[in-house]
Every structure is written in C-alpha cells, then in structure tokens.
C-alpha cells in the first residue's frame, strides 16, 4: 500500500492556514491505502490518485452549487471567461517563477487573478452599461491573450506542461494545489451557507432584492468571486477547456427533474459526483483525459434526465419545469 509522506510545510503565515489540509491530506490518504488493501483495487494504491479523487469530490459539490445559481441567472458562460484567465493565472505564476525563483504555486496566483477578473466582469458591466456577455467575452479574450503572450515569450521553458493546464491531468494534483482546492472548499461552502437567501433572492429578482435593501451589487461579486474559485479548483482535473461544463451540465440535468430550487441543487450534486468518480475510473483504466471523460459522462446523464422527464410527462406525471420556472417561494430572506 502506498501512504502519502508529510509534506514539510513553508514557514510563515500560511503555515497556520494550510497545516490542517494537508493533515487532512495525509488521513485522506491512509483511509484510501487501507480501502485498496481490502479491495484490491489498483486505482486507490496511488497517492497521486488518492487526491485526484478528493479534488474531484469536492468539485463534484462546489461546481453545481454555483452552477445552480448562475444557470438561474443566465450567466453559464462565465465559467468560460474565468477559466481562461485562470489559465493567465497560471501563465503568471509560471513566469514569476522562472524569472524571479518565487516558487509560488501557479495555481494560487490563477485564483488571484481569476477573482480580479470576476471582479472587472462586473465593474465593465456597470460602468459601460455593456451587457453581460459582452463583458465576459472581452475578460476572456484578454486573459487567454494575456496567457499566450507570457507562455510564447518562454522564459526557463515557460511552454513545458501548459497541456496539463488546458485538458487537466489525474497525475499532475499536487498535495500544494489539493490543500489549495481544499480551502477553496471551505470558503466557498462557508460563504454560500451564510449567504444563501440572499444570493437567491437576487438571483431570481433582483428589483425586488434592491427595493428590499439589499445590496445587489455587492451579491453579484460575491457570485462571480465564489465562481472565480469554483473554476480554479476545476481547472486541475478538467482543465481550461472544459471546466466551464461542471458548473452547467450537472444543473442543466437536475432541472429536468427537479421541482424546487434546493432540490436542484440536491439532484445537481449527486449528478456530478456519479459524473466524476465514473469518469475518474474510466479514465485511469482507459488511460484517457479525465476531463473529456466526465464532460461525456455528465452530458450522458443529463440526456437520460431529460428521457426521464419526458417519460414523466407521457405517463401523466406533472410536467417537468422549464429552466428558471422551479419553485423558489423561500428565495426571500427574512427579517431576521
């Protein structure tokens, strides 16, 4: 059985803010050696897979969590955006270490400048009057070009190992960017638990949300922000490419089925775990991109929930909801 050796910590600040992940880690890894050893399973006698496993757990939770949300508000497409300037982020991260020596993780600087980005989204829309779509695509224009520009000037072999970046790779999960995804977890968990009725209050009426006191401008970032994170955390199994498609898919499916707002996010999770351990199997047995995997796998059973409401609706069952239209009569916080 493999165990995962403790990974010494750097010294300072962030010892006290990523210590319990890898702890965390480290347990994680001797309770998948422990299952190998009673299964026999190969796919769990590696530490590299031990953590793509967990990491893809926690997207398979964090992705249609904010996915619901966006879905509802017309905005799946950020996704897109953020995820190629999460792939600018790491484009930075790399420069800074080859030119500068930093050894800083190109995965915590794709999420700085993921958030920065998310951020710019919002201020383009209100300070233009731009329409959403218009203010992503130029995010994402700028931040894919921003990437290619410091990947092509190659400075100490900049271009080696970009594929892992833009179609993800099981190998490559590091315990550095595991305890990064890990409290990226945290955060976006926290966040969203204390913010729920508010986000889904502006999500679906954000005229009534403004009138009621509040703050829809400062939602919309925490949204985009927390979408920021989600994509980062992504990027490491799916890659730029397709991350964008964990934040849709799973929700797209669960809609079919659903017929309130925390029941689509129930069905979206559990839709996006089957989609993500299956395709984490597939893909190591098959040595395929894990990645593509999931993507086909999740929009296969999104095309089997869709068969399935049909069905419901040809065996005089109600019909099923249309995007946007489930029940949300909790949507409106309350005075408390």
């Known amino acids: 059985m493999t165990y995962l050796s403790v990974v010494p910590l750097q010294a300072g ?27 026999g399973l190969e796919i769990l006698q590696y530490g590299f897979m031990h953590r793509a496993i967990l990491v893809g757990l926690c997207i398979g939770v964090m992705a249609p969590l904010i996915g619901t949300f966006l879905v509802h508000r017309q905005l799946a497409l950020i996704g897109d955006a953020l995820a190629h300037t999460g792939f600018a982020g790491v484009a930075v991260g790399l420069f800074l270490n080859a030119v500068l020596d930093l050894g800083v993780s190109p995965y915590l600087t794709a999420v700085v400048v993921s958030m920065i980005a998310a951020l710019f989204i919002e201020l383009i829309s209100e300070a233009t009057d731009a329409y959403n779509d218009v203010s992503m695509a130029i995010v994402l224009s700028t ?55 508010q986000l889904l209050y502006v999500t679906f009426d954000e005229t009534a949300a403004a009138v009621s006191g509040l703050s829809v401008s400062w939602y919309n970032r925490i949204m985009v922000l927390l979408t920021a994170m989600v994509v980062v955390g992504a990027m490491q199994i799916m890659g730029v490419i397709l991350v964008a498609a964990m934040l849709v898919v799973p929700v797209a499916g669960a809609s079919q089925v659903s017929r309130s707002f925390n029941e689509s996010i129930l069905v979206s999770v559990v839709l996006a775990e089957l989609a993500v351990v299956l395709g984490i199997g597939v893909s190591y047995y098959a040595e395929a991109t894990a990645g593509g995997v999931i993507v086909l796998l999740a929009v296969a059973i999104y095309v089997a929930a869709v068969v399935l409401g049909k069905l419901q609706a040809a065996t005089g069952e109600e019909d099923t909801p249309e995007m946007g239209s489930i029940d949300v009569s909790d949507a409106k916080p309350s005075d408390d």
């Open 13 to 39: 600040l962030l010892d006290g803010v990523f210590g319990p992940f890898y702890w965390f880690l480290n347990y994680w890894s001797e309770v998948m050696s422990w299952v190998a050893g009673q299964t």
């Open 143 to 197: 931040g894919f070009a921003l990437g290619t520009v410091l990947i092509s000037i190659n400075a100490g072999g900049l271009a080696v190992g970009v594929n892992q970046f833009l179609f993800g790779n099981l190998a490559t999960v590091s315990q550095d960017s595991a305890a990064i995804l890990l409290l990226l977890f945290v955060i976006i968990i926290g966040v969203v638990g204390l913010t729920r009725n």
